[in-house]
């Protein structure tokens, strides 16, 4: 049990490069995740549309994302996850900006579709570091415990982004707020250019230690 501790102490007293990738960029996913619905009624007043488009342009971001998750597992395998990884963040910051610039209805729904690809893309590569970032010959309760804390980076970034949202517009207005937003939301695709996505796999005779360990 002692040595367990320990192990779990040295793994997070001294991150890895992709665990703190991933720490940093789960909650601007999970803000970008949010962002459409936080938006509504900035959309409703700055596109002067009604309710029904609004419910068309939320639907239209969500709509994207089975197609874009399936496409992924093709994908990654022809241009690997870091390839997609950027195509997504790059997607998600390219269609901020395109909704901080829009005054028509039909470029914001663009924009939200293209959103969406982006997330979902995002999201189909992260749910696989998720489980690598954290080598396999850690204790069970370590691998637990890191994917819980993702998850949690993630949930706080969509629980937030109202908040935020409603801050940045206030001080900033809406077309310098999203600006900045899309700016933010460009770190991912900086991260992730240096992140090793495909980790050495863990050998045999380590996994049968860390199996005596436990």
Not at 3 to 28: E, G
Not at 111 to 134: D, P, T
Request: one cysteine or more; charged letters at 10%; aromatic letters at 8%.
């Amino acid at each position: 049990m002692a040595r367990t501790t320990t192990l779990l102490h040295m793994d997070f007293s001294h991150p890895t490069y992709l665990q703190i990738f991933l720490t940093a960029s789960l909650p601007i996913m999970g803000l970008a995740y949010a962002l459409v619905g936080g938006l509504k009624l900035s959309l409703v007043d700055r596109l002067q549309i009604d309710e029904g488009k609004v419910g068309r342009l939320v639907g239209g971001f969500g709509t994207m994302f089975g197609p874009t998750i399936l496409l992924c597992g093709f994908l990654t395998d022809a241009v690997g996850r870091k390839g997609v990884w950027l195509a997504g963040s790059a997607a998600v910051a390219v269609s901020i900006l395109m909704l901080a610039r829009t005054r028509t209805y039909r470029a914001a729904l663009v924009a939200v579709v293209l959103l969406g690809i982006g997330w979902a893309a995002q999201v189909n590569v992260s749910n696989v570091l998720m489980r690598v970032a954290i080598p396999a010959d850690r204790p069970r309760e370590q691998l637990v415990w890191a994917t819980n804390f993702f998850d949690f980076a993630f949930g706080f970034g969509a629980f937030v982004t109202p908040m935020v949202l409603a801050l940045i517009l206030r001080r900033l207005g809406y077309a310098k707020g999203l600006l900045l937003l899309a700016m933010l939301a460009t770190a991912p695709a900086v991260l992730g250019v240096f992140a090793e996505m495909h980790p050495p796999p863990v050998a045999p005779q380590v996994l049968a230690v860390a199996a005596s360990i436990e």
